[in-house]
Structure formats: C-alpha cells, structure tokens
C-alpha cells in the first residue's frame, strides 16, 4: 500500500510528516484528512477553529501533493497549482497590461466593467426608488391630514344637527308637517 504523509502549513512556516500512514489510495487519504480536521476543530473543544485559524492540512505521496485544505478560519492566503507541493514555488506577480491581456483575462476584465455598470444602475435607481418613496410618504401623510380634518368637522355637523332634534323629541310628538319644518331647519343649521 503507497504511503501518505500529513504535513501542517502556515504561511512559510512547514511542519513535514515524516512518518506518513498507510492507505489504500488517494481518497482514503483525502477523507482521512478531513476526519483530522474535524478532530482539530470540534465544537466541543473550545477555540479550536481560532486555534488553527490559517492552517493548511497537505497531503502528499512519495511522488507530490495532491490535496490542500484549511483547518480553522479561512486564510486569506493565494493558492496556485504550483503551491501545492511541499516546497512549492511561491507564485511570481506579474503586471496586467490591458493590451497584453490574454483573451480570458479580457472578458473577465469585461465582465468585470459590466458588473460594475450594473451595480452602478442599480445604485442610481434605488436613489430614484427611495426619493420617488419620499415623495409618495409626504402626499399620504398631506391627505391623512386633510381626512382627520374632513373627519373632525364631520363629527361636529353630526352634532349639531343632532343636537336641537333630541329635545324636541323629547318633548312632544310631532306631526308629519312638523317633522319636516323641523328637518328643514336643521338642514339649514
């Protein structure tokens, strides 16, 4: 059976397995990683996953690295293909020039340019929508106003024309002719 080491990283910092553990094959080592860092960063113990904040679990054959993953909270690391080894290269910067740029880096850059102009409309337009709001809270609170005024002096006729009926009910039965000099009067009030 091949042979599989566990090596810890952080940063250039590189604690080597020497030992290794025998598996089946490249999954078995692969599922055996994760199990570990599941041990690492059990809930149950606590500060685990701060522990091994930026830590990297490799694991690797006698030929190369083949799997790579965090530990604790992610880092904010850059992991290229060529990292991936123990001993890596680290990965060389190099400018992007927009007339050097390969197709791919051109429509990404594009892509890019049109996310931005869509977050931009998006932008403009949710400033229209909420001032467009504003606009639509001051009209209802103009009419809400007029219509407890309206309301109040609803109120108020209601009372008045109620209020010389009553005692003249009151005090005596009224005939057919009176009822209607009456409700004249009180139409005129």
Sequence with gaps: MPRYFFHLRFG???????EGIELRNRTAARDEALAVVRDLTN???KGGRQRWASWFLEVADERSGFFRTPIGHPALELVTPDRHAPGGAEPGLRPVR???A????AHAGGRMAEIVR???ALHQRSAQLL???HQLQSEFLSLRLVTEALLVRTQRLVSLARGPVAPLLAASVMTTAQTGTLLSTVCLI
């Design 43 to 45: 809930p149950k113990i």
């Design 102 to 105: 390969l197709p791919e880096e």
């Design 98 to 100: 927009a007339e050097s």
């Design 131 to 133: 001032k467009e709001n």
């Design 12 to 18: 250039r910092r590189f604690l080597p397995d020497d």
């Design 118 to 120: 869509q977050r931009a």
